[in-house]
């Protein structure tokens, strides 16, 4: 133990040259994993070639990369269920919490506006490139909130998300006096601005709030938003729907140069009753065509929505001719396909997207593992299952029953990341994954 221990302090020495620093805190984690004798430092050189290149010591790496990445310890261990051992504090205080997960979704549980203030609570994450208490953090449509109160106590978070550090400490309460509306152009945005997000997913830092006043199109029945959402609360219906429109426009503008507005024609595949397609629509009403396979929903949209509306089967093919979308979202569609029908539809989409076209779609990656409640052994098992079958069946769903033809499959399932960007990259160029940005969702936006 003497051993490693100087080891670990020649390796400190070198930390600037790696880009990092090591504070007492983690460098006590290096030596208490190292002690454990759990640590594989052979193996993790062997299966981390680039941590060998560097000339890293493996269990530093560990501690300040690799227990957040996911990278295993060990030979007979996964990094999930180690870290989650850790959480139970079986092997506590030696392994570390992770510093970030790979997508963190912040929640806000209410929003007041009233004659002359705006009041908003909620939690999100920690980031630990924002002061404590900076109000600078919390914005109300680009101004900082003139009261907040962060890090507040959140056990219900620390529960929920184990394997976080600072989960327990999570909650938020913002206050702005306004003198007239707090709508700009009948939206209101909330940011939580985290330095620390990628730039290409900087979008999942803002909520959008629409005008409840001044609905452009009407709401559907309580049945139909539930066969989309799983939710008939209609002020849930419409600021999920307006934020994920919002969220989806500024990864299209980040990582393509090109909005909404820039497209020519569009798809909405998996329409539903036109959650976000009213924001598309409120916009632009040429070019605009969605389908979804739930009849009700698709009658619907035909009587109240402008565009144009197709009802779709649960197999291809679409009633489209080759190339005839410029883009085509669909959010929460593959996360409902078995492996048969996912590579049957990815060929599908292929085919109607003209060359240079876009295509964005959801799928339950880490993120929705991780927001779903899950114990510690069930997060580790059916992370491991993900990536051993890249498409994993999780369960049946009922919500479309009676309203669509083969809705028996219609599942729930998980993908694992890298059996995305091995096997859908036969059908287009794999531009972005983002991790949690349309909520729990990985946004996987692709080029043709």
């Known amino acids: 133990m003497a051993r490693y221990v100087s080891d670990v302090w020649k390796a400190l020495l070198y930390a600037p040259k790696f880009g990092f620093k090591l504070s007492l805190r983690r460098l006590i984690q290096v030596q208490e994993i190292a002690s454990?004798?759990?640590?594989?430092k052979s193996f993790y050189l062997e299966l981390n070639p680039d941590v060998k290149a560097a000339g890293i010591d493996p269990i530093v790496h560990y501690v300040l990369y690799g227990a957040r990445e996911g990278r295993s310890p060990s030979r007979s261990s996964d990094a999930c269920l180690y870290l989650a051992k850790a959480a139970k504090g079986v092997y506590s205080p030696g392994l570390p919490k992770l510093a970030r997960l790979q997508g963190e979704p912040w929640m806000i549980?209410?929003?007041?506006?009233?004659a002359n203030s705006v009041v908003v609570e909620g939690w999100g994450l920690p980031d630990s490139d924002i002061p404590a208490h900076s109000r600078l953090a919390f914005l109300l449509n680009g101004r900082p909130?003139?009261?907040?109160?962060?890090?507040?106590?959140?056990?219900?978070?620390?529960?929920?998300?184990?394997?976080?550090?600072?989960?327990e400490c999570s909650g938020f309460r913002c206050e702005s006096t306004i003198a007239e509306s707090p709508y700009i152009d009948g939206v209101m945005q909330i940011t939580y601005d985290r330095p620390s997000i990628a730039y290409h997913a900087r979008g999942s830092n803002h909520y959008f709030y629409p005008d409840p006043d001044s609905h452009v199109f009407t709401i559907p029945e309580p049945d139909q938003m539930w066969r989309v959402v799983a939710n008939r609360d209609p002020n849930a219906f419409l600021f999920a729907g307006c934020t994920d429109y919002w969220r989806l426009n500024l990864a299209l503008l980040s990582i393509t140069g090109r909005g909404f507005a820039d497209f020519d024609s569009i798809l909405d595949w998996g329409v539903g009753c036109g959650r976000v397609a009213r924001y598309v629509l409120s916009k632009r009403h040429n070019h605009f065509t969605g389908c979804d396979v739930d009849r009700g929903n698709i009658a619907w949209c035909k009587d109240r929505l402008p565009g144009s509306f197709v009802l779709s089967d649960m197999h291809p093919p679409l009633p489209f001719a080759d190339g005839s979308?410029?883009?085509?979202?669909?959010?929460?569609?593959f996360t409902h396909l078995n492996q048969e029908l996912e590579a049957l539809w990815l060929a599908e989409l292929h085919r109607v997207v003209r060359p240079g076209g876009v295509v964005a779609v959801t799928i339950h990656g880490q993120t929705a593992v991780d927001y779903a409640k899950l114990s510690p052994e069930?997060?580790?098992?059916?992370i491991a299952k993900i990536r051993k079958e890249g498409v994993s069946f999780s369960s049946n769903n009922d919500q479309i029953s009676g309203f669509a033809d083969r809705a028996d499959l219609y599942v729930n399932v998980f993908h694992d990341k890298e059996y995305v960007r091995q096997i859908w990259s036969k059908f287009f160029n794999i531009a972005e994954i983002l991790p949690g940005y349309i909520y729990t969702h990985d946004l996987v936006v692709m080029l043709k």
Not at 109 to 114: C, G
């Open 36 to 40: 454990s004798g759990l640590f594989d």
């Open 109 to 114: 549980n209410d929003v007041r506006v009233e």
């Open 145 to 167: 909130f003139d009261k907040v109160q962060a890090r507040l106590p959140s056990d219900d978070v620390a529960n929920l998300l184990w394997q976080r550090e600072g989960a």
């Open 325 to 333: 979308f410029d883009l085509v979202y669909g959010i929460s569609v």
């Open 378 to 382: 069930e997060h580790q098992q059916l």
